[in-house]
């Protein structure tokens, strides 16, 4: 799942991806490309949330930006 969050922590966009696990070759993970939606973003600051989940762990990742 990605998520952008504002700066009130509203969620302005979401989206799912699943991935099989046969796509899993070996332990360094999974290539994911997510195109951030830069036109239907007003300026200010944001959260990047990134959400993977299996059926026994989750990870999550957040990464702030700013758009001007």
């Not at 509203?10 to 699943?18: F, I, K």
């Not at 991935?19 to 300026?43: E, I, M, W």
Request: without cysteine; positive net charge; hydrophobic residues 45%.
């Amino acid at each position: 799942r990605t998520e952008i969050l504002d700066a009130s922590g509203a969620v302005v966009t979401v989206a799912a991806h699943t991935v099989a696990a046969a796509s899993f070759h070996d332990a360094a993970g999974h290539q994911y490309k997510y195109n951030l939606p830069l036109r239907t973003l007003v300026p200010g600051e944001y959260l990047l949330r990134i959400v993977a989940s299996t059926a026994r762990s989750t990870v999550r990742r957040d990464v702030r930006f700013v758009i001007h």
